[in-house]
């Protein structure tokens, strides 16, 4: 949470008063294991991808940056695909 004024996590720009104090949710999923080798998330959540260079969390920013969707992963000894849409 950041607590205080949000310029761009802002809902309700009508009334700056109603918005000094936010409550951010960045993470909220369900996560099904279908098996040893698959699991299928979706809800809200943050991904860095790589080095961060086009897909990033930014963590170190004020508010961090969060994404709806559902992804799903294949995980083998050798290898891990993520699906995300």
């Known amino acids: 949470a950041d607590w205080g004024s949000n310029p761009d996590q802002t809902p309700d720009t009508a009334t700056a008063g109603a918005t000094n104090n936010l409550l951010i949710v960045n993470e909220a999923y369900m996560t099904w294991v ?27 920013e004020y508010v961090a940056k969060a994404f709806d969707g559902a992804m799903a992963t294949y995980d083998h000894e050798m290898l891990r695909l993520n699906l995300f849409g």
């Open 34 to 60: 279908m098996n040893d080798s698959w699991m299928i998330r979706a809800g809200r959540g943050s991904m860095t991808m790589a080095d961060g260079r086009f897909v990033s969390a930014n963590e170190w």
